[in-house]
């Protein structure tokens, strides 16, 4: 099982230049998570799958865009990236919901915006 | 609003026990996370509490007061690999995961 994998590992955008993160998980899990992890603040929810083809909002989704048409992958789009997109981009998945379902991560994406 | 409280830094000895706590405020709780994260790493899971109490699992415990939204992690006989960021995170009456900025522990020979 290679778990959560994210491609790419690193990144540099130039501003209004758009990407693609991409996210695979090979352990079936239903619950596929995308989140942005600033220097010095928590994890923040910016899209979250229940299962393929539904997506729902986070917390911080303005600038993003998800899809999920299988079970495996949960890409996020930029759109149009700004400085403050600047951060580190973890995927993560889990079986069922957050309730006592442990979340496994991918090792993150770098995305620097100039 | 929804709040998650910890510790920015800490630092401790090797071979000793430290004690990083973490207080919530959400609406509604459905149970309480620790995750390790190394630096330039991804959060690994280390304990899930929803009711009362202590669990304990070798070197790490973790601790849950309801009534004062109050949790902590206990580390014991730490070593060097414990060096690392400690996130607390409490699902809220949603069901999402609010997360903590992170507790970064330095460990001292």
């Known amino acids: 099982n290679a778990g959560v994998t994210q491609t790419p590992k690193f990144r540099i955008l130039k501003i209004g230049q758009s990407m693609t993160l991409q996210c695979t998980q090979d352990m079936n899990h239903n619950y596929m998570y995308w989140y942005r992890q600033d220097p010095g603040m928590g994890l923040k929810l910016i899209y979250y799958s229940v299962g393929a083809g539904i997506t729902d909002k986070g917390e911080v989704p303005n600038g993003y865009n998800v899809s999920r048409s299988t079970t495996e992958d949960f890409p996020l789009r930029l759109e149009l990236a700004a400085p403050s997109q600047t951060s580190v981009y973890f995927c993560?998945?889990?079986?069922?919901?957050?309730?006592?379902?442990?979340?496994?991560f991918g090792p993150g994406t770098r995305l620097l915006v100039l | 609003g929804q709040n998650i409280d910890q510790p920015t830094e800490m630092t401790a000895t090797e071979g000793a026990i430290v004690q990083i706590n973490c207080t919530y405020q959400?609406?509604?709780?459905?149970?309480l996370f620790w995750y390790q994260q190394h630096a330039g790493e991804a959060p690994t899971f280390l304990s899930y509490?929803?009711l009362d109490g202590l669990e304990e699992k070798g070197r790490f415990s973790s601790f849950l007061s309801r009534s004062k939204g109050y949790s902590y992690l206990l580390l014991k006989e730490l070593q060097m690999k414990d060096s690392a960021s400690y996130l607390c995170a409490a699902i809220d009456s949603n069901y999402q995961l609010i997360w903590g900025a992170g507790t970064k522990l330095i460990i001292k020979p």
């Open positions: 959400t609406s509604g709780f459905n149970g």
């Open positions: 509490n929803v």
């Open positions: 993560a998945s889990s079986y069922s919901g957050p309730e006592g379902e442990t979340q496994y």
